[in-house]
Structures are given as structure tokens and as C-alpha cells.
């Protein structure tokens, strides 16, 4: 597992170790069942308070993506993929469409996006 | 390292010839004795006590077979110390923690013995323990491997390589870490201690010592539970292990010279698992037989098992590469 705070990042740095073990679950580095440092260690490592580690594993908790258990280290879940509904599809939908005209407004051109896409593609966990 | 261990068998002490003299001059001494004397009386003097008075009387061919069977035993004896020596020589390995397994079997087998005549069935009980560390043991050695290993080849972790110098060059924080916690840990330093302390407790009221021998070993073998965990930052690669997170091992990153993926045999090499020693090098780990090995530039070796060794030996030479360009 791989983490880093970086202080130009706008985001919080609860909000960046939760997107960034996110990304690694869904590339495949982390593995259902893999155990994830504790608060104190990702704490004393990064230089950063122990609350704002703790905060990020409880919303992962929420989300299913990791268990945590009293007395036990962080585990990455067996099934993090929540169930597949239509809600959820239909937000992914409207993200990706934000994110395409934020692109364009960037000039970012069609080819190039497409690039980007299939090059992020190719990075997630093969099935 | 593939022909390590090849022709320990091999490895005998020679003697001189010469040496085996007073042996055989001792036999035919005997043999012209016996030759000299038969037909044997009915009984013969077989014990001597402080006085020197004889004691106890037997039979002739008792004697016999004693001189016979304790020549043949200490013949064996030697042999096998001859073997045992020259092995220490060849293969120059020594494992701290495999004295704290011999510690845990002759606790249980004392115990066993000792305690057998109360009413409570103490040698089953070390029987029963003993086979679960057998069987964890070889479950873990049969469990197939490959499952922590399909998830990266070798290209996607050389990916990793490119993110760890941005990183560096970036001057931001971040942490690399990897962890192995087999099931047979959490078997062993659950169950062990559980039974020692049990037996701590009942053997209290008559042997206060040896239920104290009992606790520290059961504390002592609750220590790897937890597993071991490499961190790797910039300035530092960590080791930690246990439910303590006892620190094992801390290099800084400019001391590492050079950082190669190890293939290795657990019982060949280091004699089992856990925190190992040979004469080349300290070994980390819990599983498996892949790790990273790191040499110093003082021309240290260490070698630290990982399930995902590709990576973390990436990882730990982009770290090493990038704390000196950065």
C-alpha cells in the first residue's frame, strides 16, 4: 500500500488517503484481505494526526471498503463492490459527463481524452 | 545460493586411523578375556556400590550386552555429534528462535511427564498441541502460493517505480507498506499460550517455579502474533513485528547499497521461520520463499520476505536512488 499527503492537493488529507485506497483497490494492488497499517503507524509515517487517519478508515468503513474490527488491524473487505443499482449509475453518469466538460473547457482535445480514458482503463484490476 | 546445503551429507569429519587403536586393542582384550574364562559362572558381580562392595549379582551375558550395547550406543552417539558439527561447519547457520521452539517442546514434554500421575490427562493434552504445530505447519507449507501472487507482474510493478520518484522530487510524504500474517501465526500464538497458561495455573499448587517458567514462555510465544510489517518512507525501511511492533530492523535509505528480488528455501537456508539468521545474512519473514535482499554499503546482507516481492523490491531501490538525486 502506497500513501502520500500532499499539501498542494486542495482536497483534505482524509479525503486523499481514502480516493488513493480506493484507487488501489480497484487497480488490484490492494487485495480483499490484505491488512492495512494502523492509525498510529500511517500516522507516525505521513507526520500527520492520528484523528485524521482514523477518520479516513471509519468513512472507508462506511463504505464498505474496508472492516474494521475492535482489536484487529484494518482489513481491505472480501465484497467491496456494493450492489449494482441505478442510482449509482446514474451518478457515475453525471460525474463522468462534469468531468468531460471540464475537459473540453481545458482544451483538452477529443483524441487526447480518449487516451486518457483508455490509459486509465487499462490500469484497472483485470477481471 | 542454489547449491547451498548440497553435500552436507557428504561433510564428514575424517580420523586418522591410528586413533581407533585403544578401541580395538579394548576388544581383543576382551575377547581373549572371555576366550581365557569360559564357560562363564552362573553369577557374576554386575553393580558396585560407594564401598566398592558388590551389591548385586546376574547373569554373565548381562554384562555382556551392556559393554556390547553402550559401545554401539556411544559408537552412535559420536556420529551422530560428528555429523551435527560437521553440518554447523558447512552450512555456518545458527537460529536464535529455533532454541525458543526447543524451549516450548521440552516445556510441554516435562510438563507432560511430570504431571502425569494427577488425574488430569496431561499427555494427551501435549499430544494434542504438539500435532496442531505440526499440522499448522504443514498446512502452511502445502497452502498454494500462488494466490498472493497473481495480483502483479513484474511491468505493473516497475509502474510503481516512476510514482515513487515523483514523490521524491515533489518532496511529499508518503509510506510504502507490506505486512505478512499467515494463519499459522495467529494459530500458534493463540493456542501455545493459552494451554501453557492453563497448565500454569493448575501446576501453581505444587510447582510455583515451573508455572512461572509457563507464563514467560506463553508471553514470549503471544510475541509474532500481529505478523511482521515493512514500512518503507523516504529517510527509513522499518521492520516491525508483533503485537508490540517491536522495532527488528530500521536502515536509512542512504545506507543501502544495492536491492535484488532472493529467491530462497526456508528450511534449507534458515532452519524455519521468523527472524533468521545465517552467516551471510538476517532474514525477516513468515511465509513464503521470496524476499528482497539488501546490501549495505558497510557490506551488511539483509533479507526481508515479502508476498508481493517485486514491488517492494521497486520500491525500496527507487526510494534508495531517488533519497540520493533528491
Not at chain 1, 66 to 91: E, Q, S
Not at chain 2, 74 to 103: C, H, M, P, Y
Not at chain 2, 235 to 251: A, E, H, S, W
Amino acid at each position: 500500500m502506497l500513501l502520500t499527503v500532499n499539501e498542494n492537493d486542495s482536497r483534505p488529507i482524509y479525503l486523499q488517503i481514502i480516493s488513493q485506497i480506493r484507487e488501489q483497490v480497484s487497480n488490484g494492488m490492494l487485495q480483499p484481505g490484505d491488512e492495512l497499517p494502523s492509525v498510529r503507524e500511517t500516522a507516525d509515517s505521513l507526520g500527520i494526526n492520528m484523528h485524521t487517519v482514523r477518520s479516513a478508515y471509519l468513512k472507508l468503513s462506511e463504505q464498505g471498503i474496508i472492516t474494521l474490527r475492535l482489536g484487529r488491524r484494518a482489513k481491505i473487505a472480501r465484497r467491496h463492490l456494493p450492489v449494482r443499482n441505478a442510482d449509482l449509475a446514474a451518478d457515475i453518469e453525471l460525474r463522468l459527463k462534469e468531468l468531460f466538460a471540464d475537459a473540453t473547457l481545458a482544451g483538452i482535445s477529443k483524441d487526447d481524452l480518449r487516451k486518457l480514458v483508455n490509459q486509465k482503463l487499462a490500469q484497472l484490476k483485470r477481471e | 545460493m542454489e547449491n547451498k546445503g548440497r553435500g552436507i551429507m557428504r561433510t564428514r569429519l575424517l580420523h586418522p586411523w591410528w586413533t581407533h587403536l585403544p578401541a580395538i586393542a579394548a576388544l581383543v582384550v576382551l575377547i581373549i578375556y572371555i576366550a581365557a574364562n569360559s564357560p562363564f559362572p552362573n553369577n557374576v558381580p554386575v553393580h558396585f556400590n560407594y564401598g566398592g562392595e558388590v551389591d548385586k549379582y546376574g547373569s554373565p551375558w548381562l554384562v555382556f550386552g551392556l559393554v556390547i550395547g553402550l559401545s554401539v550406543f556411544f559408537i552412535l552417539l559420536s556420529s551422530f555429534l560428528d555429523e551435527l558439527w560437521a553440518r554447523q561447519e558447512k552450512k555456518k547457520t545458527f537460529n536464535g528462535l529455533s532454541l525458543l521452539d526447543d524451549v516450548v517442546v521440552g516445556v510441554m514434554v516435562g510438563t507432560s511427564l511430570g504431571v502425569g500421575s494427577a488425574a488430569f490427562p496431561w499427555n494427551y493434552l501435549g499430544l494434542v498441541c504438539g500435532s496442531a504445530v505440526v499440522l499448522a505447519i504443514i498446512l502452511e507449507i502445502i497452502r498454494p502460493y500462488h494466490i498472493y501472487r497473481d495480483n502483479m507482474v513484474e511491468q505493473e510493478a516497475e509502474a510503481l517505480k516512476p510514482e515513487i520518484v515523483r514523490r521524491l522530487k515533489e518532496n511529499v510524504p508518503f509510506v510504502f507498506w507490506d505486512s505478512q500474517n499467515p494463519f499459522y501465526i495467529t494459530l500458534l500464538s493463540t493456542l501455545l499460550p493459552v494451554v501453557l497458561l492453563a497448565s500454569a495455573v493448575v501446576s501453581w499448587f505444587s510447582e510455583p517455579w515451573a508455572s512461572l517458567v509457563l507464563v514467560i514462555v506463553a508471553l514470549l510465544l503471544v510475541m509474532p502474533y500481529g505478523g511482521l510489517r515493512v514500512i518503507v518512507t523516504k529517510q527509513n525501511i522499518t521492520i516491525r513485528f508483533g503485537i508490540l511492533g517491536f522495532k527488528v530492523l530500521r536502515l536509512a535509505t542512504e545506507e543501502i547499497a544495492a536491492v535484488e528480488t532472493h529467491q530462497f528455501s526456508p528450511l534449507r537456508d534458515f532452519g524455519g521461520y521468523g527472524i533468521r539468521f545465517n552467516r551471510e545474512m538476517a532474514a525477516y519473514y513468515l511465509r513464503g520463499t521470496r524476499g528482497v535482499k539488501i546490501t549495505t554499503v558497510r557490506g551488511k546482507k539483509y533479507l526481508i520476505g515479502s508476498d508481493n516481492t517485486e514491488r517492494l523490491a521497486v520500491v525500496i531501490s527507487a526510494v534508495t536512488q531517488g533519497s540520493r538525486a533528491y
